[in-house]
């Protein structure tokens, strides 16, 4: 017997909520890899949308953390596990556009990895500690330039756009500021709170936290546009460094073996956990700006433009991991 249209399109509808609910890739835990210590951002996130997706799809989903080597410690663990669609990796576009280009690492970023999906988006803040004595950007040029070889930068780490950015300031504003590098934003931040160094373009995770508690002084930021958690704060654009646009995502990552049937069910899957409202709360909460995409071939063209503009950099620089 015929069924209506109607009954044959709700009945297709339930199947396809099915296929979500009831994990397609077998009976065994989703594996979401993270290649950063546990209590940092990239784990935190993971951790959220992990749990939304074991709701989703009614298997459990288990973060394992897996630091060290800039994050390739992690993605090769994905790599050799199966392309089936269990095992992934929740990152920072970071591990695809930058850590590689001065790391040697045992695979291609962008021939052996692929962008999933991305969930929300990151900028760097050029910061002082809140007593240092430029009010402005413009002021602290100016006082920058009282001090000529001798002003300092910091950076999270060697190799990231928090060094490529602090450069290219030096550069432009004829600064000659020395750079130290660090082993991640919390001991960068001590020291431009000590006074050791000058400034700093830092992550707006952990940044926010220190600018909100009146500790850091913001002067500009990295987008394409205003940070809408710094609405009075201009973009590097603004202030006629339009090179100075550095932005990132944050989202999931995979194996470029990944069958187009089992993406396309990924695709399904985040899109469902990221829509969450506690999702799309604790990625604001973090100072993360949420924004969702499932365009596979999108993001990964937009991480090879990336790669490339900072390759260019690491070149021109001639920046070195250590």
């Keep these: 017997m015929k069924l209506p249209r109607l009954a044959r399109a709700v009945m297709a509808l339930i199947g396809w909520s099915l296929a979500l609910n009831v994990w397609a890739f077998g009976e065994r835990p989703m594996r979401l890899i993270v290649p950063a210590p546990p209590g940092g951002t990239m784990d935190i996130v993971a951790r959220v949308l992990g749990q939304q997706m074991s709701i989703d799809i009614g298997r459990p989903v288990i973060v394992e953390n897996r630091p060290g080597a800039g ?3 992690g993605l090769q ?3 050799q596990s199966a392309p089936d669609g269990n095992t992934i990796v929740m990152a920072a576009s970071t591990v695809m556009a930058e850590t590689p280009l001065v790391m040697k690492t045992p695979y291609d970023p ?3 990895l692929v962008p999933i999906a991305t969930v929300a988006r990151s900028g760097v803040v050029l910061v002082s500690a809140a007593n240092y004595p430029a009010k402005d950007f413009t002021s602290l040029i100016a006082q920058l330039k009282t001090r000529i070889g001798k002003s300092s930068f910091a950076s999270y780490s060697p190799g990231t756009v928090s060094q490529y950015a602090g450069l290219i300031l030096s550069e432009r504003g004829g600064l000659q500021m ?3 590098g660090y082993a991640g934003s919390p001991p ?3 020291d431009l709170l000590g006074g050791q160094v000058d400034v700093m373009f830092d992550g707006m995770v952990t940044s926010m936290p220190l600018i909100k508690g009146g500790k850091l002084r913001p002067y500009a930021f990295s987008g394409k546009t205003r940070s809408k958690y710094l609405p009075d ?4 654009t603004e202030l006629g460094y339009p090179e100075l646009q550095f932005q990132g995502w944050v989202g999931f990552i995979g194996s470029s073996k990944l069958p187009a049937d089992v993406l396309a069910k990924l695709h399904a899957i985040i899109e469902k956990a990221a829509q969450a409202p506690t999702v799309q709360q604790k990625l604001s909460d973090v100072g993360l700006e ?5 365009d596979t071939p999108a993001l990964l063209n937009e991480t090879r433009k990336l790669s490339e503009r900072n390759a260019a950099i690491v070149k021109k620089f001639d920046i070195q991991a250590n």
């Design 71 to 73: 994050g390739s410690i």
């Design 110 to 112: 962008l021939k052996d």
């Design 188 to 190: 960068a931040l001590q």
């Design 233 to 236: 704060v201009p973009t590097m």
């Design 290 to 294: 949420p924004e969702l995409s499932v």
């Design 178 to 180: 020395q750079h130290v």
């Design 77 to 79: 663990a994905m790599l």
